[in-house]
């Protein structure tokens, strides 16, 4: 079982440089969202899509985009880099069945950006 | 906005013994489910026991348990029977958007010892 898979799992950036984390699901969920972790804080809301084509801003979306082209996939671009996004970063996917109600999470990205 | 609460920074507990975490939350949801996830070391985040609130009776699973006070907006997680690998963060999370587990609120997360 693949589950949810995120790469890369480490990444560190210049300033001003851009990325595109990947995320991919292999459970046919309709639900994917990405989530940041900083020290001493819970994980915080990106950005979300409830299926292909349909994406919407959570709590911080300032300086991520986001597509969903397919079921499948979910990727994060950065798109310039700065130091206050050093982060963990964790995709999550989940099903619109309510019997299923809860979240997969990939294992993280650590990304530094110098 | 949802809010989530979680008061205790550290926690410590003994091998074999029970301790409960305590996780606090505003929402002005009717129907909702709440979620308590484990972080340990290795960083991936473990769904530990989800409660949903139009239902009156605690969830239970194996040595974890709640005690969900919907009127007092409280979801406390007990760990009974202690061992160490319950070493972890702790995090209490409840959905954005009701009906789904799409969005969730984290609570800041507690860490968890456990000794010998």
């Known amino acids: 079982n693949a589950g949810v898979t995120q790469t890369p799992k480490f990444q560190v950036l210049k300033t001003g440089q851009s990325m595109t984390l990947q995320c991919a699901q292999d459970?046919?969920?309709?639900?994917m969202s990405w989530y940041r972790q900083d020290p001493g804080m819970g994980l915080r809301l990106i950005h979300y899509?409830?299926?292909?084509?349909?994406?919407d801003q959570g709590e911080v979306p300032n300086g991520y985009n986001v597509s969903r082209s397919t079921t499948e996939d979910f990727p994060l671009r950065l798109l310039s880099a700065a130091p206050s996004q050093t982060s963990v970063y964790f995709c999550a996917s989940s099903s619109r069945e309510a019997s299923n109600e809860k979240l997969f999470f990939g294992s993280g990205t650590q990304l530094s950006v110098l | 906005a949802q809010t989530v609460t979680q008061s205790q920074p550290e926690m410590s507990v003994q091998e074999a013994e029970t301790v409960t975490l305590s996780c606090t939350y505003d929402t002005s949801e009717s129907d909702y489910y709440l979620f308590w996830y484990k972080q340990p070391p290795s960083r991936q985040m473990i769904l530990v026991i989800r409660q949903e609130a139009y239902k009156q009776q605690n969830a239970t699973e194996n040595r974890f348990s709640v005690n969900f006070q919907k009127a007092a907006k409280s979801f406390s997680l007990k760990i009974s029977d202690s061992q160490l690998g319950d070493a972890a963060m702790y995090f209490c999370?409840?959905?954005?958007?009701?009906?789904?587990?799409?969005?969730?609120?984290f609570g800041t997360g507690t860490r968890l010892q456990v000794t010998l």
């Open positions: 459970m046919n969920h309709e639900y």
């Open positions: 899509s409830v299926g292909a084509g349909i994406t």
């Open positions: 999370a409840v959905p954005l958007l009701t009906g789904t587990a799409s969005k969730l609120t």
